[in-house]
């Protein structure tokens, strides 16, 4: 076996698609609600049953464009959403026997279809006055450009890497998404028409009083920062590596080096994906340290569920304070932890029992405690206003405390999902659409 | 144990499971396996001179995903020597002396063909006849078949012709492709017949194929008009089993044929007054087996509902059915929605406003529409913290019914998937029965 063949193999995709008879039968046994929950559930408000029954009847063609026109990002939505606590976490076959449809799977098959076919979506003409830039080529700014530019608005997106899609080519597991098909997808935003300037930085080659010159709006889909430092001592040392860098390496690589007891810091779902990947890449053990308990941890817990299954080690109400090693990492110090009161949110907060430090030997050590904000970056732009970090805008239309700046995704919702992503950029289109329109007359 | 013994116009078998006459009884090793598997009897295809078939033969309505919910065919009677098939069914009525094999049968219609073929096949020990006269396709253009069947006068002299010689019962077997199904039957008695064989197929085209834009089933790149049979048509089966069964003037005991694929059906033919059941689908679509749960479900339910024999509920539905006028004007019955087993699916909702009377609604909406355009405007977010409840129906979404504008009609509680979620229950009107037929017309 090749290193691609055995990098295919070890991250082969966890949800295969479904076949031709598969995808009928399961079709068929939507009810076709009215009004439907999944559709509701969803924040791009797909019409679910609507694609459904048209997988159902064999209109695939028009299945996918059912997808599409809620949802420019439908194929990568069908592959990361996290379906269970949204559309099929809806579904009333839950209450019916228990089995609630596979919207997800069946919602790829139309993707597949679509894009196997070869189709595109009609592109309009630039011809309406105004034109908009998107910074940052994320699900939300390519969200955000598809339904401009379908509007018939002039829309350039930017973005400091070699490759648009952001998360999604750089950051998702690679066994729900891979950088080939969230290529597919912006490709399909590119026919539409929309511009794309990547390995341009906003701030440095392109000044924002430039930016501003030569749009009338700008989109900040420009996400978070970088993974959290631990702040800790020995964080320098070889074999320490972010969670985004880790994933991002090996995925755009097709392999990185992995170590043999690997470590990985933090509970959310990146620190479940760095974890997994590294047992894929070759780790003999991936240890999760989370400074609280199982309930409190944030991952969803189908991918806590995967982890089990994997083979990940979980630590809890553990907390590194030390990172040791002469040369590179041979250990990580850690304290153990206990639970106090619960804060304002109802969060139990965490605090360190004395004298209860202990070493973990590790060769490899993955902080992956969260992203941090962009806080340096957005104060470049006047009359914004931060909450947390974060771009506070009207959730209606994504307008932020500057009318000429929009934003959604990460930036705007402080990190949530792909689809999340994708609704508020389709949304902020609207309303930018809107404010063109008044400002163009 | 429930006794299922039946007696059908001087026709013994030991349960009322016939196979019809077709493909599944056309020799005699699959009617000595049928037995084995447990059929009562069986109408073996129809014997006449021998015929020249063509492919393909059948074509089907799917349904949903389901296979076959109606089956069409252009096949025509047996393509066997008479004198094989009168050997056969000689082997097999040594062998099962106690199933009923009765002989389809169609020839010209000459009194001296129909004459040699009875004796024949009285001689070769079949326990009755069944005369096809129903056959839609093929032989009709010939002049046999459903030619013979859609004019009584036919149908009264051939049944006379068979009649003169016949020492076994004689069954006339109708087809429902015409204007009232009695007239024929009336003939068939005048005729002298003994019993009646009810429906044979009816005419009809499945489909056409959107690639080649030939109609189903094709045969060269044309097809022909076919018998439509399968669950589809039990429906029309069992009305005009119900006309014959409750038209005195006929007074003929009936074979029920149409659609029956299990015990269901079977009960449902038996209340509207048959006395035996033929089935041929079923066992296309998935064999002779199917004949095991069609006897254990019917003797449960008679054990359930106290039947000892067939005799006990036959015809029982009969009474119940009669003419529109006659129903109570007054008899009122409302939907009402059980919250608690209600999954929230909206299609009860929808089916009322666009199908019927507009009288189930969802708090806030005024309209299907304004629900929707409220829900596609609603900001819909990833939770954060996830406790998804899937195990509760949102009170908002359980629809509630207007009881005073509500008209009985049946049609949401059809389309709820929850079984007893939507109960038709009987309102008091606080009026005395009256039927149309009462009130007089004006």
């Given at each position: 076996?090749?290193?691609?063949?055995?990098?295919?193999?070890?991250?082969?995709?966890?949800?295969?698609?479904?076949?031709?008879?598969?995808?009928?039968?399961?079709?068929?046994?939507?009810?076709?609600?009215?009004?439907?929950?999944?559709?509701?559930?969803?924040?791009?408000?797909?019409?679910?049953?609507?694609?459904?029954?048209?997988?159902?009847?064999?209109?695939?063609?028009?299945?996918?464009?059912?997808?599409?026109?809620?949802?420019?990002?439908?194929?990568?939505c069908a592959r990361v959403c996290p379906v269970e606590v949204l559309c099929e976490g809806a579904c009333v076959m839950h209450r019916y026997n228990q089995q609630p449809i596979e919207i997800g799977r069946l919602q790829r098959h139309a993707m597949d279809h679509f894009y196997g076919t070869g189709r595109r979506l009609p592109a309009a003409a630039a011809s309406k006055p105004g034109r908009v830039a998107c910074i940052g080529a994320g699900p939300a700014s390519l969200s955000c450009a598809a339904a401009l530019r379908q509007q018939g608005?002039?829309?350039?997106?930017?973005?400091?890497?070699?490759?648009?899609?952001?998360?999604?080519?750089?950051?998702?597991?690679?066994?729900k998404l891979r950088p080939a098909d969230s290529q597919r997808e912006v490709e399909l935003v590119r026919s539409l028409g929309v511009e794309f300037r990547l390995s341009a930085e906003i701030g440095g080659a392109l000044r924002i009083q430039e930016l501003e010159e030569q749009f009338d709006i700008v989109f900040l889909g420009v996400g978070l920062g970088r993974t959290q430092p631990l702040d800790i001592p020995g964080e320098g040392l070889p074999g320490v590596i972010d969670a985004l860098r880790f994933i991002a390496e090996y995925k755009t690589r097709g392999g990185a080096p992995v170590g043999r007891r690997v470590v990985v810091v933090g509970g959310g779902n990146t620190a479940i994906d760095a974890a997994t990947a590294a047992l894929r890449l070759g780790a003999e053990e991936a240890h999760l340290l989370y400074r609280r308990s199982e309930t409190e941890m944030p991952a969803f817990e189908f991918e806590y569920d995967l982890a089990k299954r994997e083979g990940v080690q979980f630590h809890w109400l553990t907390q590194p304070v030390a990172i040791h090693g002469n040369t590179a990492v041979e250990s990580v110090e850690c304290v153990r932890m206990e639970l106090g009161p619960p804060d304002r949110r109802g969060r139990r907060q965490p605090r360190q029992v004395p004298g209860s430090n202990f070493r973990l030997?590790?060769?490899?050590?993955?902080?992956?405690?969260?992203?941090?904000?962009?806080?340096?970056?957005?104060?470049?732009?006047?009359?914004?206003?931060?909450?947390?970090?974060c771009v506070v805008v009207d959730p209606a239309t994504g307008q932020t405390g500057n009318p000429r700046y929009f934003a959604g995704g990460d930036c705007a919702n402080g990190g949530r999902e792909v689809v999340d992503a994708a609704a508020e950029g389709k949304r902020a289109a609207a309303g930018i659409a809107r404010r063109l329109e008044a400002l163009h007359g | 144990m429930a006794d299922l013994t039946t007696h059908f116009a001087g026709i013994q078998s030991p349960n009322p499971f016939w196979l019809a006459s077709g493909p599944p009884s056309n020799c005699g090793d699959q009617v000595q396996r049928a037995f084995d598997a447990g059929?009562?009897?069986?109408?073996?295809?129809?014997?006449?001179?021998?015929?020249?078939?063509?492919?393909?033969?059948?074509?089907?309505?799917?349904?949903?995903?389901?296979?076959?919910?109606?089956?069409?065919?252009?096949?025509?009677?047996?393509?066997?020597?008479?004198?094989?098939?009168?050997?056969?069914?000689?082997?097999v009525k040594k062998r099962y002396p106690k199933h009923a094999v009765i002989a389809s049968l169609m020839v010209e219609s000459r009194r001296a063909a129909w004459h040699e073929i009875v004796r024949r096949t009285e001689d070769a020990g079949a326990d009755g006849l069944e005369l096809n006269f129903g056959c839609p396709h093929g032989m009709s253009e010939r002049g046999m078949g459903s030619a013979v069947g859609q004019v009584p006068e036919y149908a009264k002299l051939i049944t006379e012709w068979v009649k003169e010689i016949a020492r076994t019962p004689v069954l006339v077997k109708l087809t429902p492709n015409v204007a009232?199904?009695?007239?024929?039957?009336?003939?068939?008695?005048?005729?002298?017949?003994?019993?009646?064989?009810?429906?044979?197929?009816?005419?009809?085209?499945?489909?056409?194929?959107?690639?080649?834009?030939?109609?189903r089933p094709d045969v060269g790149g044309q097809s022909s008009h076919g018998g439509y049979c399968g669950p589809a048509v039990k429906p029309i089966a069992l009305h005009m089993v119900q006309q014959l069964a409750g038209d005195p003037e006929c007074g003929l005991p009936v074979s029920g044929i149409g659609g029956i694929s299990g015990w269901r059906e079977a009960a449902e033919f038996l209340l509207l007054g048959c006395h035996s059941l033929q089935v041929c689908t079923a066992v296309m679509h998935y064999g002779y087996r199917i004949v095991e749960d069609m006897i254990e479900g019917l003797s449960n339910w008679m054990d359930e509902k106290g039947f000892r024999t067939l005799d006990d509920f036959r015809g029982l539905s009969l009474a119940r059915v009669t003419e529109w006028k006659h129903l109570d004007l007054n008899y009122k019955i409302v939907a009402r929605i059980h919250p608690e087993l209600c999954i929230g699916c909206g299609l009860c909702y929808i089916a009322c406003w666009d199908g019927a009377h507009q009288c189930i609604h969802i708090e806030g909406a005024a309209t299907p529409e304004q629900l929707i355009a409220?829900?596609?405007?609603?900001?819909?977010?990833?939770?954060?913290?996830?406790?998804?409840?899937?195990?509760?129906?949102?009170?908002?979404?359980?629809?509630?019914?207007?009881?005073?504008?509500?008209?009985?009609?049946?049609?949401?509680?059809?389309?709820?998937?929850?079984?007893?979620?939507?109960?038709?229950?009987p309102v008091d009107t606080g009026r005395p029965a009256e039927s149309w037929a009462q009130r007089g017309a004006p």
């Open positions: 076996m090749t290193d691609a063949q055995q990098f295919a193999a070890s991250f082969a995709e966890i949800h295969p698609p479904l076949g031709r008879r598969e995808a009928l039968v399961e079709a068929n046994r939507c009810l076709y609600c009215f009004d439907a929950p999944c559709a509701n559930a969803c924040p791009t408000h797909i019409d679910v049953p609507g694609f459904i029954k048209k997988i159902a009847s064999g209109n695939l063609g028009g299945s996918a464009m059912t997808i599409l026109n809620a949802n420019i990002l439908g194929l990568s608005f002039a829309v350039t997106i930017f973005d400091s890497r070699p490759l648009a899609g952001g998360l999604n080519t750089y950051g998702v597991a690679e066994y030997s590790c060769d490899m050590l993955i902080p992956s405690i969260g992203q941090s904000r962009l806080l340096d970056f957005l104060a470049q732009f006047r009359n914004m206003q931060l909450s947390g970090g | 059929w009562g009897g069986a109408v073996w295809k129809t014997i006449g001179e021998p015929i020249v078939n063509v492919s393909s033969r059948y074509s089907s309505v799917d349904w949903n995903g389901l296979r076959m919910m109606g089956l069409n065919n252009i096949e025509l009677i047996t393509d066997r020597p008479i004198e094989t098939n009168l050997r056969e069914i000689a082997e009232d199904i009695r007239a024929i039957a009336r003939a068939a008695k005048a005729g002298g017949a003994d019993g009646l064989s009810a429906i044979n197929t009816l005419n009809s085209i499945t489909g056409v194929d959107l690639d080649t834009f030939t109609p409220e829900s596609r405007t609603r900001l819909a977010q990833t939770p954060a913290v996830v406790a998804v409840d899937t195990a509760h129906t949102p009170a908002a979404r359980i629809p509630k019914v207007d009881e005073q504008e509500c008209v009985g009609c049946n049609l949401c509680w059809l389309v709820c998937p929850v079984e007893s979620c939507i109960a038709m229950d």
